[in-house]
C-alpha cells in the first residue's frame, strides 16, 4: 500500500509555471506507475500524464503536451510534474495516482490516490 501527497500547487497567472510534487510513503515506490490527473468543478477527472515504473517512459495527454512534463525520484519516493505556460483552463484540483499492474492513462486503473492540490490561473 502507498499513501500519496500532493504539493506545489497555487494561484498563478496565465503564462506563469508551477511544479507539483507528490511525496510516496511506504516502500516499493519504484513497483508502482505514476499518474497525475485533475479535475475542474462540473468536470471529469481527466488524464495528464503517466510515468512508468523506472521513468524511462511517458505519455501526455494532448491538452498538455509541450507544456507539462513529469518525472520521478525513486530514491525520494516522488513524483513531479512541471507545468509551463500555464493557461485559465488548466484551473483545476490536481491529483497524483499510483498502480503496480498497468502502463494506464485510465483513472479507473490507478488503486491509489491523493488529495489533491488546488491550481488556479488568472487571466
Known amino acids: 500500500q502507498v499513501q500519496l501527497v500532493e504539493s506545489g500547487g497555487g494561484l498563478v497567472q496565465a503564462g506563469d509555471s508551477l511544479r507539483l510534487s507528490c511525496a510516496a510513503s511506504?516502500?516499493?515506490?519504484?513497483?508502482?506507475?505514476m499518474g497525475w490527473f485533475r479535475q475542474a468543478p462540473g468536470k471529469e477527472r481527466q488524464f495528464l500524464a503517466v510515468?512508468?515504473?523506472?521513468?524511462?517512459?511517458?505519455i501526455y495527454a494532448d491538452s498538455v503536451k509541450g507544456r507539462f512534463t513529469i518525472s520521478r525520484d525513486n530514491a525520494k519516493n516522488t513524483v513531479f510534474l512541471q507545468m509551463n505556460s500555464l493557461k485559465p483552463e488548466d484551473t483545476a484540483v490536481y491529483y497524483c495516482?499510483?498502480?503496480?499492474?498497468?502502463?494506464?492513462?485510465?483513472?479507473?486503473?490507478?488503486?491509489?490516490w491523493g488529495r489533491g492540490t488546488q491550481v488556479t490561473v488568472s487571466s
Open positions: 495516482a499510483a498502480n503496480k499492474v498497468t502502463f494506464s492513462i485510465l483513472a479507473l486503473e490507478y488503486d491509489y
Open positions: 510515468i512508468s515504473k523506472s521513468g524511462a517512459s511517458t
Open positions: 511506504g516502500r516499493a515506490f519504484s513497483s508502482y506507475t
